[in-house]
């Protein structure tokens, strides 16, 4: 099985990194058949432990993931850097509407969304509406927002197209990257936690209490209220007023290692978007887990440097993993010199 992946550009070597070699179709999209990790009986979609980075298994292990019968998706769906993948279905230079009609005659909705990304100077600009038309003329309806069965295709120097499922996408999302309407936003890092949630499809509807590190200027914790979710916003900087005025938000103005000292409240979700090294910013969100109920959720940023990259998320994941159970780690597309982690707490009993 070959895939076609999606990831952010800059971060490019850290994905060769995670899942192996690759051919780049175009910036940020590429080729992956698994030929460098899968075991010697090439047959297989079984992905080889022994020919994984280090740093990659590290985080696997620290994951929890069973890396004995590792299959390539599954190797695609942990790695940070990959945003989006989809499976190649077939490759062809112009649409062969006898084989999409077969294929897609196998699901049973006919409720469809036609996912495109072109590469650069693709010459299959608008196939997007002619597949659509065709499919509308056989009875089928486009849903853009809630498909049941997605068409995905790259398109390049050809077609590179997968059918699938919605559901069983990692994405709601063409190419993984949601583009949120500019509403009532207090800060573009409102849009990571947003993302956050949708991604790792955190269930928000049993949280009443949630503690913000790092909350000014005040994104996330705007998003958390308006979830209806009583947000403890901590940072000395200042909190935006809309934000402020919520009935549901607190601004405590400390540092968050001050603020946790004397403590006595409880919370079913940590958020931190803190701006320090990744090492420092877990030990903190370590030292809450005692405010916290069981089960609670944790949402972090680890911040990037350039030098050791990997190293700083292997360090910070090592040191929540002692707290937290570590659910994903992704490079989402809001994200910028960072990547985004969520876990909940461990059950200690
Ligand atoms: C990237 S901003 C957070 C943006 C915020 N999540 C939002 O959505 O608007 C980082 C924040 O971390 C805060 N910060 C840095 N060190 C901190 C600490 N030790 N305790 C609390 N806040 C801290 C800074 O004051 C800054 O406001």
Redesign the pocket.
């Known amino acids: 099985m070959n895939y076609i992946i999606y990831y952010d550009d800059n971060y490019r070597k850290y994905v060769e990194y995670e899942i192996g070699k690759f051919v780049e179709l175009s910036n940020g999209v590429g080729l992956y058949s698994g030929e460098s990790v899968i075991e010697d009986n090439k047959k297989s979609n079984i992905v080889d432990k022994e020919k994984l980075s280090s740093g990659f298994n590290n985080i696997l292990q620290l994951m929890q993931v069973d890396t004995s019968n590792l299959t390539l998706s599954q190797l695609l769906d942990k790695s940070i850097f990959v945003r989006f993948y989809h499976k190649i279905d077939y490759v062809c230079n112009d649409i062969d509407y006898n084989v999409l009609m077969s294929i897609l005659s196998k699901y049973e909705s006919k409720i469809v969304s036609v996912r495109v990304v072109y590469g650069k100077d693709s010459k299959y600009k608008g196939i997007t509406q002619t597949i659509a038309d065709y499919l509308i003329n056989f009875g089928y309806t486009i849903d853009v927002k809630s498909p049941n069965v997605v068409i995905s295709i790259y398109a390049g120097d050809r077609l590179y197209l997968s059918i699938d499922l919605a559901n069983e996408l990692s994405s709601n999302y063409r190419a993984g990257e949601p583009h949120y309407h500019k509403e009532e936003e207090?800060?573009r890092?409102?849009f990571?936690?947003l993302e956050a949630i949708e991604r790792f499809k955190i269930d928000t509807k049993g949280i009443h209490n949630a503690i913000?590190?790092?909350?000014?200027?005040?994104?996330?914790?705007?998003?958390l209220a308006k979830l209806g979710i009583f947000v403890t916003a901590?940072?000395?900087?200042q909190l935006d007023n809309k934000v402020l005025k919520m009935s549901n938000v607190e601004h405590i103005r400390?540092?968050?290692?001050d603020y946790l000292k004397n403590n006595n409240n409880r919370y079913d979700m940590i958020?931190n978007?803190?701006?320090?090294f990744g090492d420092k910013s877990a030990h903190?969100v370590c030292n809450c887990a005692g405010s916290l109920n069981n089960g609670a959720k944790v949402v972090m940023?680890i911040k990037l440097a350039e030098i050791n990259l990997y190293e700083q998320i292997v360090r910070a994941i090592t040191i929540l993993s002692s707290k937290f159970n570590i659910l994903n780690i992704k490079k989402l597309f809001h994200t910028r010199q960072e990547v985004i982690v969520y876990g909940c707490l461990k059950n200690t009993k």
């Open positions: 207090i800060s890092a409102e990571k936690l913000d590190l790092g909350a000014s200027p005040g994104g996330w914790t705007h998003c901590v940072d000395p900087a400390q540092l968050a290692q958020v978007d803190m701006k320090m903190i940023t």
